[in-house]
């Protein structure tokens, strides 16, 4: 028999004292030691970054965690719309844009030439009413001359009847005893009746003079009526005239002015707006914010338009209720499918600034606000 032939190669055995590093080239190289000096580095960087964070928080537990900020706040002014309280046609413009003006200052005139015709007016009515109330004085006392005449005629007829009455009883025995005539005691008896008839027509003339005095007192009232009357017409024609100039009501800076000389205004009219200096910024807490905040606290401010600087304020009031509330819709969650959202609180912040550094500011810019409220978190 044929012995069969393997073909498979021999497996290749290393001799017994072959060396195992010689397989393996790359295990004979010694590892990298770092250097000393890697290694202070190293510990160096450790040891930064340790104090870093041991800084933060520390930092964050003594102060960091009672600051709140928001960036959703903004400056704002108490800004003055001017408008004019009469109509007419504007005669003078005295300011320009962007011009610093003082309180009471002259900022445009209105044609005045048809209330300066009503104050005059006004001032006739004045004079004619004050003449008509002396004319009605005068009058009275004439009026009260005559009742004092007519009681003297009333006196001088009642002691002539009396004497009449006195002859009539006098005569009658008389002429009942033939003493006297008849025709004497009837002459006599006429005469007591002409006297009493006078008396009674001079007791009617008295009657009539005193009445006559109530008539006059009312003419005297009438025209003291008709004078306030005129007098309360002439000064509202003298304030119509006094506002054909209007006047800045307050200090500050002209803005969005919209006035022309020989434009017509009406009362009421937009001519410009007066931007007052003192500004003050509104932020919009969110309401997990506004727990610990009271008025006074300070407050760092920073303008985006000043990203270098800083400005000092303090909290000045808190909203008695959310933005959301004095909405012109406010929210009705009462019906249909509810989503939480956090509602905003806007916190009036007084800025503490000079006049000079308050020049920066203008109003509806951007800013980012944070409370420090650190007092009230370790008080409670």
Not at 319 to 327: D, E, L, N
Request: no cysteine; glycine share 4%; charged share 25%.
């Amino acid at each position: 028999m044929t012995d069969a032939v393997d073909n498979r190669p021999e497996a290749t055995q290393n001799p017994p004292d072959a060396n195992p590093s010689e397989a393996n080239p790359k295990s004979d190289k010694p590892k990298k030691k770092m250097s000393p000096r890697a290694k202070l580095i190293l510990r160096s960087l450790l040891v930064v970054v340790l104090i870093v964070v041991a800084a933060w928080f520390i930092y964050y537990e003594l102060r960091g965690k009672y600051l709140e900020s928001t960036n959703d706040a903004f400056v704002y002014a108490d800004s003055v719309t001017v408008a004019p309280k009469v109509s007419g046609y504007v005669e003078q413009v005295f300011v320009i844009d962007n011009q610093d003006v003082k309180a009471g200052q002259p900022l445009v005139r209105i044609d005045a030439r048809d209330y300066a015709a009503q104050s005059s007016q006004s001032k006739a009515q004045i004079d004619a009413a004050t003449a008509s109330e002396d004319a009605a004085k005068a009058q009275l006392q004439e009026q009260k001359a005559a009742i004092s005449q007519a009681q003297a005629q009333l006196s001088s007829a009642e002691e002539d009847a009396r004497f009449a009455a006195s002859e009539v009883e006098r005569y009658t025995p008389l002429a009942a005893s033939g003493a006297e005539t008849r025709e004497r005691l009837t002459t006599l008896r006429n005469q007591a009746a002409q006297a009493k008839s006078t008396v009674a027509s001079r007791r009617a003339a008295l009657e009539a003079a005193q009445l006559r005095v109530h008539s006059i007192e009312a003419q005297v009232r009438q025209a003291q009526a008709q004078g306030e009357t005129a007098r309360a017409q002439f000064d509202a024609a003298n304030v119509n005239l006094g506002s054909t100039q209007v006047t800045a009501s307050v200090a500050g800076r002209i803005g969005d002015k919209q006035v022309r000389v020989g434009q017509f205004v009406s009362a009421g009219t937009r001519l410009m707006t007066v931007v007052p200096t003192d500004f003050y910024v509104v932020a919009n807490f969110k309401e997990t914010q506004i727990g610990s905040m009271r008025n006074g606290q300070s407050v760092a401010i920073k303008v985006d338009a000043l990203p270098r600087t800083k400005f000092k304020g303090h909290v000045e009031s808190i909203s008695p209720g959310t933005g959301a509330q004095f909405s012109l819709l406010p929210p009705q969650n009462a019906t249909g499918n509810f989503t939480k959202i956090v509602q905003r609180v806007p916190v009036r912040i007084a800025v503490d600034a000079s006049a000079e550094d308050r020049k920066v500011f203008v109003a509806g810019l951007s800013v980012t606000a944070e409370v420090d409220t650190a007092a009230t978190e370790r008080t409670h």
